[in-house]
Every structure is written in structure tokens, then in C-alpha cells.
Nanobody, 114 residues
Framework: QVQLVESGGGLVQPGGSLRLSCATS????????MGWYRQAPGKQRELVAV???????KYADSVNGRFTISSDNAKNPVYLQMNSLKPEDKAVYYC????????WGQGSEVTVSA
């Protein structure tokens, strides 16, 4: 069973940046694409960004141009660089395969507030 550990969240002012990291306890199959998801208070979890094993990326319209997903295949972690953060980006951010295969981790909370 692979465990997911997200880190890098925190409190940031609007317009600021954060970089989230996703570590896995086990080896990541080269079959899977990886994604970042988020769940804002009172809302359903949504897909934010996806990266395939070939390096192709796709983003939700709400973050396109501001967020960048990347991965280091040699070390397995997946990253999410978040720039120009807005209050509406406030959420708990999770990584998982795309489509979702593994059990969700604890997530990393991001708060954007002045």
C-alpha cells in the first residue's frame, strides 16, 4: 500500500507563492500519471493539475498560467509550484494518481489571506 505525504502548504498573502511536494512511501509505477487535487471548505475535491509519465501537463482553467506541476522521476515526488495565489485558492491540497488509485493522504493546507 503506497502512502502519500503532502507538504509545503501554509499561510501566504495574495499574490504570493508556495511550492507543494508529494512524497510516496513506495515505488511509483511508471504506468501512472500523477495529479494534484484540492478541496476547499464546503466544496468537493477537484482536480487541479496532472502530469503524465511522459511529462505532458494539464491544468484546471482556474489555475492555468499560475500553477506548474512537475516531477522528478528519479525520486518519485511530484511538485506543485503555485504563483500569484488568490484567496479562492485556499484549500487542502492532495496528490494522487490520475485517475485516483491510492488512498488519500492528509493533504497540505494552503491559506491565502492578507
Amino acid at each position: 500500500q503506497v502512502q502519500l505525504v503532502e507538504s509545503g502548504g501554509g499561510l501566504v498573502q495574495p499574490g504570493g507563492s508556495l511550492r507543494l511536494s508529494c512524497a510516496t512511501s513506495g515505488s511509483v509505477s511508471s504506468f501512472y500519471a500523477m495529479g494534484w487535487y484540492r478541496q476547499a471548505p464546503g466544496k468537493q475535491r477537484e482536480l487541479v493539475a496532472v502530469i503524465t509519465r511522459g511529462g505532458n501537463t494539464k491544468y484546471a482553467d482556474s489555475v492555468n498560467g499560475r500553477f506548474t506541476i512537475s516531477s522528478d522521476n528519479a525520486k518519485n515526488p511530484v511538485y506543485l509550484q503555485m504563483n500569484s495565489l488568490k484567496p479562492e485558492d485556499k484549500a487542502v491540497y492532495y496528490c494522487n494518481t490520475y485517475p485516483v488509485v491510492w488512498t488519500w493522504g492528509q493533504g497540505s493546507e494552503v491559506t491565502v489571506s492578507a
